[in-house]
């Protein structure tokens, strides 16, 4: 079944959970997910970056919407850090049930004109729209665009930003950073922080950021609000991981014989996901 954010974190926000926003590079990742969404009957979202939609050419999107279709699950398909307003309306004419604009690295009154642009238009075409304020850390250069510092998200600005741009969801920052962080720096999140937030704008929150963090603070943030979460870096890592385990045999050749490990690691990292988040099981809710 294939769904707009409004209506998937809709009955999150409701039921207090969170849905996984998987990134997927290729078919490959895309599939496993969707059978470990489907054993689990779990609500997902497959979301893609415009890196990532560099590899995988638009044609995908039509493949995704067709495998949604078909599903026993709720499935969005989510564009992740849009720049532009042309970019965003690209996504929409191409399949995307759900946008986010990312300009939080601009003014905060900039910021609000072109979300409530995207907003504007999304809506006329029931697309959802995701926007972001304040902005998470960045670690490495696979990562997102981030400040060496977080700059924590305000619950009066939040509450005024969604007053002004009518997005259906915002994402927040609260202590996450985009990829992995590295050794000498502990991931910590402000869940008073995310709890005040929330009470100043009640629909459904976004967390970036989602790999890679404590599981009980994840778990919490899931409880206290956040109806989305990203993850992006700890389902591919277990994915490449054994990729280059089993390519050390350099008799194999067939794609086929290489994928089925990679996928089967992934899923169980996807699989955790889907508990720690209280996803498992909630299909039937919509």
Not at 142 to 168: M, N, S
Not at 217 to 232: D, Q, Y
Request: charged residues 25%; contains cysteine.
């Amino acid at each position: 079944m294939l769904i707009n954010g409004t209506k998937m974190l809709g009955v999150a926000n409701e039921n207090n959970f969170a849905i996984p926003a998987f990134n997927i590079s290729d078919w490959a990742m895309f599939s496993g997910l969707m059978e470990t969404c489907e054993r689990e009957q779990a609500p997902v979202i497959m979301s893609i970056h415009p890196y990532e939609m560099a590899l995988v050419g638009w044609d995908l999107v039509q493949a995704i919407r067709s495998r949604a279709h078909n599903s026993s699950v709720p499935v969005m398909i989510h564009w992740d850090h849009g720049a532009s307003y042309d970019e965003v309306i690209s996504c929409i004419r191409h399949g995307f049930t759900s946008v986010m604009i990312d300009r939080s690295m601009d003014s905060f009154e900039d910021n609000v004109a072109i979300s409530k642009r995207v907003a504007l238009t999304a809506h006329l075409v029931d697309v959802s729209v995701e926007a972001e304020l304040g902005t998470i850390g960045g670690t490495d250069s696979y990562a997102e665009a981030g400040t060496a510092d977080i700059i924590y998200t305000q619950p009066d600005e939040a509450a005024r930003f969604v007053e002004l741009t009518d997005v259906d969801s915002l994402a927040v920052a609260i202590g996450t950073r985009h990829g992995i962080c590295p050794p000498d720096l502990k991931p910590e999140l402000r869940l008073d922080l995310l709890r005040e937030i929330k009470k100043a704008v009640p629909r459904p929150l976004v967390l970036h950021g989602g790999s890679n963090n404590p599981d009980d603070e994840i778990a919490e943030a899931a409880r206290s609000g956040v109806n989305k979460i990203n993850i992006s870096s700890d389902v591919k890592i277990a994915f490449m991981d054994k990729l280059r385990e089993v390519l050390e045999d350099r008799n194999l050749r067939e794609p086929h014989d290489i994928h089925p490990a990679a996928i089967e690691a992934m899923q169980k990292v996807a699989k955790h996901k889907l508990e720690l988040l209280g996803t498992s099981g909630k299909a039937h809710l919509y």
